[in-house]
């Protein structure tokens, strides 16, 4: 009989202190998610917080891992915030990666993919997203931290590989993405690279890291493709010819590499030497111009009017008759 109620104790004992152990688990579970995944009847699925349920918000003029909402901003879009050495998690569904930014009250504010979260003042139940599209910068975000409605972003466009550029000189002919000029090497090979050294370093080759996509700018026609050069470097080439750069050219539209050791040369669109034009004919020099003519026929050769040349003869006469007088008088 003392035997049964010492096993009956002991067994009371293990059943308690398993129930003890298994108290933090079952906390544990409860505790909700910092960020989880709620719903909204227009939206669809959304992020909520999970210790109220309440909609989360992003700010477009935010910067990653930088909140520029404060003071009465921050009033009406609350930040969602932890404590003190507290760290964010993710509910189940939601995809990215939580952070912390410290905000300029010191205040630890959780961030999605960088994203600083917000809740809304006028939100007052699960559900609720009356923040959504208010003055077009704050919106809701999705399961995996993209904006929900809004304008789409308009895509970056890609800085061409090769595209075109010109001088006055020349006209049209291939640049990198750059603006800078580019050359092909009459002695190389197709696919093949035949500058190399100090060649290559008064002509360097247009290259790109790899894995890089080549991109053919607009107007330029022909395939892109990659050389490997002696070092290792992917050389860049448009139909089979390697493609470089010229020392001497400092900015767009310079080509002081054309013509050099008649090897070096621009291309066009289509990928063909463009060749310098000839320089225009030097027009001949103006004769002088002709001396006025005086009035009458009566113009000296050194432009003096006929009226003057008149004046003179008549005084002169009139000397040459008055000193005939005097020679009579005597």
């Known amino acids: 009989?003392?035997?049964?109620?010492?096993w009956r104790l002991g067994a009371?004992?293990?059943?308690?202190a398993?129930?003890?152990?298994?108290?933090?688990?079952a906390l544990s579970a409860q505790t909700p998610a910092t960020i989880e995944v709620g719903n909204n009847a227009e939206l669809g699925d959304i992020l909520v917080a999970g210790s109220n349920g309440l909609t989360l918000y992003l700010f477009t003029p935010d910067e990653p891992g930088v909140s520029n909402c404060s003071g009465g901003c921050a009033v009406a879009w609350p930040p969602l915030t932890v404590a003190d050495g507290e760290t964010p998690t993710l509910?189940?569904?939601?995809?990215?990666?939580?952070?912390?930014i410290t905000r300029d009250d010191g205040s630890q504010q959780v961030a999605l993919n960088g994203q600083a979260l917000y809740f809304y003042q006028d939100d007052s139940a699960p559900g609720d997203a009356n923040g959504q599209a208010v003055n077009d910068v704050w919106w809701v975000l999705d399961a995996a931290g993209n904006q929900i409605g809004g304008p789409t972003p308009e895509p970056i466009d890609a800085t061409p590989t090769v595209q075109l550029?010109?001088?006055?000189?020349?006209g049209e002919f291939l640049v990198a993405g750059n603006g800078l000029t580019l050359y092909i090497f009459t002695p190389d090979q197709p696919g093949v690279s035949n500058c190399n050294g100090g060649c290559a370093v008064a002509w360097p080759p247009l290259t790109v890291a790899d894995g890089e996509e080549l991109i053919a700018g607009a107007g330029v026609n022909g395939e892109l493709s990659l050389i490997a050069r002696e070092d290792g470097s992917q050389q860049v080439a448009l139909d089979g010819a390697a493609l470089y750069f010229y020392q001497d050219d400092a900015a767009p539209g310079e080509a002081n590499g054309q013509d050099v050791n008649d090897v070096w040369f621009?291309?066009?669109?289509?990928?063909?030497?463009?060749n310098t034009p000839p320089a225009p004919e030097t027009a001949p020099a103006d004769p002088p111009a002709a001396a006025p003519a005086g009035n009458a026929g009566l113009?000296?050769?050194?432009?003096?009017?006929?009226v003057a040349i008149a004046l003179l003869a008549v005084a002169a006469l009139g000397l040459t008759l008055g000193g005939r007088r005097l020679v009579r008088e005597r």
Request: charged letters at 10%.
């Open 1 to 6: 009989m003392q035997t049964n109620k010492r």
């Open 12 to 16: 009371a004992g293990v059943v308690v």
């Open 18 to 25: 398993l129930a003890l152990l298994a108290i933090p688990s």
């Open 91 to 100: 509910g189940a569904g939601v995809s990215g990666e939580v952070s912390l």
């Open 165 to 170: 550029g010109g001088n006055a000189t020349l």
């Open 266 to 274: 621009v291309v066009d669109a289509n990928g063909a030497i463009v």
């Open 299 to 306: 113009g000296g050769a050194d432009g003096t009017s006929g």
